[in-house]
């Protein structure tokens, strides 16, 4: 005797038309609870979202309107296309302003890069007091700029500073510092690596932290140095941090100009005038507000294009940050 099994498919579910008075209770209800969940998220977000378009994207498309105008602030705008920008193109104050900060850049970039993972590498250590080195290590990042212009001030200066007091002790000559042209955007370099080197230290740091004993481990046992197991072993792990902190730090780099503004007001000789500095003063000294706002679009266009290029260089080299 034979037995024959036939499944039975399962009838189509019934749209909610066809549901009847008690099925659809459970529907609506569900149907509320989600829309009460998202009207919950939006009014979390919302006041973000707010503040957001309030502080970033509003004043950004006001200032590329005004880029377009010539405005003193008081007078009635007067729309000029992209006069401002052509004008920019032949600022011979504004190129030397670019070169200022294309200087820093060079100064800045490379040693806060390897400073900040020589110190990383130094304190990634079981050493007595760990924990207070990488304190005291951080503690200029969270400083003013304000306050470390003010000790930059004090540290060289070329009469009372210490750095030219410990020159003396040992028999060279004192230096001018801030106050000579040549030697300005120098120092402003070195202090702003007082204070930006803790970014990377900490961002190296934790990367390095998250290196698999197992690797390392691994090096060892088959005879490599510290030295080899660095180059083989850590730096390919690090070289996505590397192309994140490359592109934050030109990025700061790019901005200077609260420890300008602090130390040598674009002096001696504009020797430390850089672009953001530029741009201030047009715009709130002499009230090119229109001149100033271009001054701004151009230094985005540069940072964006540079930023773009670093992106699409790294994931080129299979070292993919973002």
């Known amino acids: 005797m034979t037995m024959t099994t036939r499944e039975t498919a399962a009838p189509p579910e019934a749209p909610d038309e066809d549901l009847g008075p008690a099925a659809k209770a459970p529907v609506r209800r569900a149907r509320r609870w989600l829309l009460r969940d998202d009207l919950t998220g939006w009014a979390f977000v919302g006041p973000a979202m707010i503040i957001i378009l309030g502080l970033s994207i509003f004043p950004a498309a006001w200032a590329f309107l005004l880029s377009l105008q010539k405005w003193n602030g008081f007078a009635e705008p007067t729309f000029i296309g992209a006069d401002n920008y052509s004008q920019l193109m032949s600022d011979a104050e504004f190129w030397e302003a670019v070169t200022h900060t294309g200087v820093y850049v060079v100064l800045f970039v490379p040693a806060s890069v390897l400073l900040g993972l ?15 080195y990488r304190t005291a290590i951080f503690v200029p990042f969270v400083a003013s700029a304000a306050a470390t212009g003010i000790l930059s001030t004090y540290l060289f200066s070329p009469q009372y500073g210490l750095a030219n007091n410990a020159l003396r002790t040992v028999g060279l000559p004192a230096q001018g510092w801030l106050e000579d042209p040549q030697q300005a955007m120098l120092v402003i370099a070195i202090m702003s690596l007082w204070g930006q080197a803790a970014f990377t230290t900490v961002i190296y740091l934790a990367a390095l932290q998250d290196i698999p004993n197992d690797l390392l481990e691994a090096a060892r046992i088959d005879g490599a140095n510290p030295w080899q197991t660095f180059w083989r072993i850590v730096w390919p792990e690090l070289g996505p941090v590397t192309v994140f902190v490359t592109i934050w730090q030109t990025i700061t780099a790019l901005q200077l100009f609260d420890l300008v503004y602090t130390t040598t007001r674009g002096g001696p000789l504009d020797a430390t005038k850089t672009i953001v500095y530029f741009l201030w003063e047009k715009a709130f000294k002499t009230l090119e507000f229109g001149y100033g706002s271009a001054a701004a679009y151009v230094l985005f266009a540069v940072t964006l294009l540079i930023t773009v290029g670093m992106v699409i260089y790294a994931r080129s080299r299979k070292m993919e940050a973002f």
Not at 118 to 132: D, S
Request: charged share 15%.
């Open 118 to 132: 020589f110190l990383a590498v130094a304190l990634n250590r079981n050493i007595r007091f760990v924990g207070l």
